[in-house]
């Protein structure tokens, strides 16, 4: 089993910038490769980032390119992901994941632990 608690959030104007937190406990975290995803209100939940067990390996949605990293410290139990260049359309609940089995996948069928959400609010 794997808990997992997110902060960070909150509420920046466009253009700024927000770093979330996952912080993780109960399985050695170094096991579990991490995603990042966000649900805007009346949408469905989609990908936003995910991160190898080492770290080594990486990959984003198109729209996040070139603004968020996602990154991780093992000796920590913490992933994050750095927001930069904000938009209005960013403004979602954020939440954590981990997959067990080690993919780096965009597709949540595969994270079997969720956080309970972290609010990011980007005004214009």
């Known amino acids: 089993q794997v808990q997992l608690v997110e902060s960070g959030g909150g509420s920046v104007q466009a253009g700024g910038s927000l770093r979330l937190s996952c912080s993780a406990s109960g399985r050695t975290f170094s096991s579990v490769s991490m995603g990042w995803f966000r649900q805007a209100p009346g949408k469905v939940r989609e990908f936003v980032a995910a991160i190898s067990r080492g770290g080594d390996d990486t990959r984003y949605t198109d729209s996040v390119k070139g603004r968020f990293t996602i990154s991780r410290d093992n000796a920590k139990n913490t992933v994050y992901l750095q927001m930069n260049s904000l938009k209005p359309e960013d403004t979602a609940v954020y939440y954590c994941?981990?997959?067990?089995?080690?993919?780096?996948?965009?597709?949540?069928?595969?994270?079997?632990?969720w956080g309970q959400g972290t609010q990011v609010t980007v005004s214009s």
């Open positions: 994941a981990a997959d067990v089995h080690g993919a780096v996948s965009s597709n949540r069928i595969y994270y079997e632990h």
